[in-house]
């Protein structure tokens, strides 16, 4: 296997792996639970496919923008972005280590054969929608959409129906948007809500002018060939001052053999507005390492708020380490008005390897940015990720809760970034990470960069639970709270909290990790 | 067969004016392979710069266009020496004491040694390729063999020099002990000083070290410790940077229950720059680590801590580890860069980083005033306080002579 970074190679003996006592059997429970072997989305589904030819070339990029009926300018922009592409050289300082990727085995389009784009719900092939059934995707509620069953008049009542939010879903099949659901409910309180493909043509203005002002074509090595060559994914525009009724959600479901995933997401929350987004994300289980390359912008206008949830649960490879996603993905948001707020909640416990670290560009005055995080690795998994909260903006705050569970001969690293630009006055950051080991064959690894300019920020950087403020912590003790808990308690938004928002219709997974206590952690 | 400048040249990606004339330096030197391993080592990476993960905050290659003579002399007096056991290296050449601690044993090697790891620290390898000089000394062996009751003192400082390398290893035998004094005072364009300290059983080591550049030169600290049984090993640094200034330090703990302490502090004004940097490597089990680094940063300065502790399997179990950095930026403008890192494969451990980088606590400046104390006075007493315990466990002899020193420059810098 070729080497990337700088991570230390696992013995491939069979040792067993040895889990000390004080760690919680309910967290080993819970993590034994995400073992490969207990992956459920490992299916596949048998469907015609259509393929572009296979490998990266500037015809495949013309290929991919005429399938989608693009614009010329659009076509442009991805032959620029191809053209950098070639130029840059792949990172390898992230602490993982993959077999090299050659880009010219993979097919870079693939499509269900009976077309791309479906009139309605009826019109998606039975395959697809039962895979998404099998998935627990509530793709059928569509069944509203169609004005069947007691379809709800107002956002409203959808909201109130059966005491459960509605949720808006766009499932991505491979390069295709197969459906988007709710969609009229969401015009009505002026939400655009659809794939990125069909954005380009219905709402050029607001994608031209938005695209890529985030994560710039020539960002990094996997954003500039996401630019290049990305296939679909889903745009969500809110317009000022309006509360989007639902949550919105994309499952991304990757199906096909040799095909890498590279979908581009592009959220705008104009003034005032408030969007709560979910992406899931599964893989059929395959001998073969695929890649997924995927782009998000999040734009946050004044006094908006995106609230960005993933659950990622990719197929991460057998015990051994053989097949899995390779995940390297750039997520960024850039909270571009005052008092704007970008959250970020990641439950990670998917792919071969994870690169990925989803920003704030706190940018807007007072704006905050806040990014929650657990991640769990088992088997062979290496997971790199972590997050940047750049501090452009006067009083901009932000919040790092991290958490990293590595079982098996996995190797789970926390890498972010904090940074106080000159003229970020007062701005605050507050950062905890955790890292628990369960067993003596994987690796817990924390890397922060702190870079501070101001002389009035205030930085902090806490590797250890009981590192809180004494005084806090003694004045929540002395009213008969357990120590966990008054962490808990004094950290606002412990991940615990945080997953319990998470819509769980999605998240079987994230539900067994309630579970997991932190009990034991080495630092 | 010896190389000629041009095979040299080829090793190098885009060699600068410095690197060309570091080049020519090593070219007249006497071959060896030893040396010749050295600088190829050095030659992988040329001089470290922003690109390298290890030394984004701290560029040598852009610091130093070319290879000039310091305009300015020493910047402070050493540290004092009470019983003059003092080694003083002055650009090319070395001074040595007439009587010297008791139990330590000076060996001067005319060729040049092996270099361990040489990969991993770019400057000390290029310094274990360029101390040497023809016919004179390359390294300084101190060999300990028993329990030295008086501190022994370095003093490496140049007079106006363009460099100034210098190359000492010391061998603590099993149950030895030094207190070493270290004043690293400037006066050269280039200077870079490259210690290694193989600990044996059950020896122990105090190491104290007092680091003053000017802003228009380029210094460069490098220690490789590895430490024996049950050996213990503590270092205190006080920097007042330079143009570009790191003080790194390799340790590893060798053999189970070794105990090392590393705290440090910096104090950086105007156009100066202090890196402290070290890589704690627990190789063997039950071993302990203890860091405290400390800063203060006035305008247009810049501080960068980068700790890390690395845990291998297995052999790293029982490891006890606590890394701490803690910076005030007292005006704007000031800069503080860190990255404390933890990179662990034993789950039987503990391992604790804390970083945190801030204002002074406007309510103790508040007290303080209160009570009728200038506010600039108040602000440097404060700092002082701040970084006070960094600088503890230096030795008894010159501690106070290392806070006078923090002293004088917050109560002249500080506003």
Known sequence: MDCCGGIEEHDDDCVEVKVKDSIDEGTVAAAKALESENYSAGFSTEIETEYAPKGLSPDIVKFISDKKGEPEWLLEWRMNAYERWLTMEEPDWAMVRYAKIDYQDIYYYAAP???AKYESIDDVPKEILETYE????????????????????????????????????????????????????????????????????EHPELVKKYLGTVVPQSDNYF???????????????????????????????????????????????????????????????????????AVVELVALEDAEIKYSTVQNWWPGDENGKGGIYNFVTKRGDCRGARSKISWTQVETGSAVTWKYPSCVLRGDDSVGEFYSIAVTNGRQMADTGTKMIH????????????????????????????????????????????????????????????????????????????????????????????????ALLVNGFVREVLQELPMEFAVEAQSLLKVSLEGSVG | MALSVSDLKDKFRNPGAAELELIARYAMLPESGQRERAFEAFASTGLPHRRMEAWKWTDFKANLKSVEASSRGAQCAPLPAADQAVIEFSAGSVSLPTSLPNGVKLHERKDAQALGDAEEVPLGAMTAALAGRVGGLDTLIIEVTETATTPLHIVAKGDRD?????????????????????????????????????????????????????????????AVVNLGDKSEYTQTALAFGAKVARLETRLTHQESGSHAEL???????????????????????????????????LDGGTGVFQGKFHVPRTIGQHTDADMQHQALLLEDGA?????????????????????????????????????????????????????AEALET?????RDALTDAARSFLMESVR
């Open chain 1, 134 to 201: 099998k998935l627990g995707i509530p793709l059928r509620e569509a069944e509203v959409l169609l004005g069947v069953e007691g379809a709800a008049e107002t956002a409203i009542e959808a909201r109130t129906e059966n005491d459960r939010p509605k949720v808006a879903v766009d499932a991505v099949f491979d390069s295709v948007s197969v459906a988007t659901t709710f969609r009229e409910e969401l015009k009505k309180a002026g939400v655009i809500f659809m794939s990125i493909s069909e954005a380009v043509h």
């Open chain 1, 223 to 293: 954003a500039t060939l996401n630019s290049a060559v990305f296939s679909d994914g889903t745009f969500v525009y809110v317009p000022p001052g309006v509360r989007c009724p639902m949550e919105l959600s994309t499952y991304f479901r990757m199906n096909a053999e040799n095909t890498g995933q590279f979908e581009r997401t592009l959220i705008v929350a104009d003034k005032g507005s408030y969007v709560s987004y979910l992406e899931g994300c599964t893989a059929p289980m395959r001998d073969e390492n695929q890649l997924h390359a």
């Open chain 2, 335 to 387: 800069e503080v860069f860190a990255k404390p890192e933890l990179e662990i494969y034993a789950d039987d451990v503990e391992c604790a980083h804390g970083n945190t980088s801030g204002a002074l606590d406007p309510n103790q400046l508040f007290y303080m005033r209160q009570r009728g104390i200038p506010e600039a006075q108040a602000r440097a007493l404060l700092t002082e306080a701040f970084i």
């Open chain 2, 263 to 297: 705290n440090g502090a910096y104090l950086c004004a105007k156009g100066f720059h202090a890196d402290f940097t070290s890589h704690v490597r627990h190789g063997a089990p039950s071993s302990v680590t203890r860091q405290v680094t400390k800063g203060a940063v």
């Open chain 2, 162 to 222: 363009e460099t100034n390398f210098t190359r000492v290893s010391v061998i603590v035998r099993p149950g030895a002990h030094l207190d070493l004094v270290e004043s690293h005072v400037g006066g050269a364009g280039f200077s870079s000083f490259l210690i290694e300290i193989g600990m044996q059983d059950g020896g122990s080591f105090n190491r104290t070290v007092l680091q003053h550049g000017s802003a228009d030169e380029a210094q460069a600290i490098t």
């Open chain 1, 113 to 115: 054969k009976a077309g």
């Open chain 1, 392 to 487: 452009l903006g006067k009083r901009t705050r932000s919040r790092i809760i991290s958490k990293g569970i590595s079982a098996g001969k996995s190797d789970n690293t926390y890498r972010g970034l904090v940074s106080v630009n000159k003229k970020a006055d007062q701005a605050r950051n507050f950062t905890q990470c955790d890292s628990l080991l369960i067993g003596d064959r994987c690796g817990a690894h924390t890397v922060p960069y702190v870079e501070n300019r101001r002389a009035d920020a205030q930085l902090e950087h806490e590797a250890t639970t009981t590192k809180l403020s004494d005084d806090q912590l003694f004045y929540v003790r002395q009213r008969g709270i357990g120590e966990e808990e008054a962490v």
């Open chain 2, 394 to 398: 230096a030795h008894e002899s010159v």
